[in-house]
């Protein structure tokens, strides 16, 4: 093995563990909120399965929670990109349908720190 290919391995692994420790730290979410031109409609509790559909002028989407996880099931929007998503369980990630504006995220009742910097 020459040098070369030791320092860019090295430097491959410098740059792929944070990122590594940063996926496996974050946490599952306790809540969805769910909103609509960035106002919060509802929350919904992630330990209850269930199904929810939420309407407008602009349109419709259905949402379902499976075992502490949440998705897009059916919506009337053109490109289904909410309903392609599929589910969602990890703090602060979201589905967004444009078309509608309307949102879910994920949320924690137990916020503590996204990041620590030194």
């Not at 940063?22 to 269930?50: N, P, Y």
């Amino acid at each position: 093995m020459k040098k070369n290919d030791l320092i860019l391995i090295i430097a491959a692994l410098l740059l792929l563990i944070p990122i590594a420790l940063i996926i496996i730290g974050s946490k599952d979410g306790d809540k969805a909120l769910v909103k609509r031109d960035g106002k919060i409609i509802d929350v919904i509790d992630l330990s209850k399965d269930g199904i929810y559909t939420y309407e407008s002028e602009s349109g419709y989407n259905k949402v379902e929670v499976i075992n502490k996880e949440i998705r897009v099931i059916e919506a009337d929007c053109p490109g289904h990109d909410c309903v392609n998503k599929g589910f969602i369980k990890r703090n602060n990630e979201s589905i967004i349908c444009l078309p509608h504006k309307f949102e879910v995220t994920i949320s924690s009742n137990d916020e503590g720190y996204d990041v620590v910097i030194q």
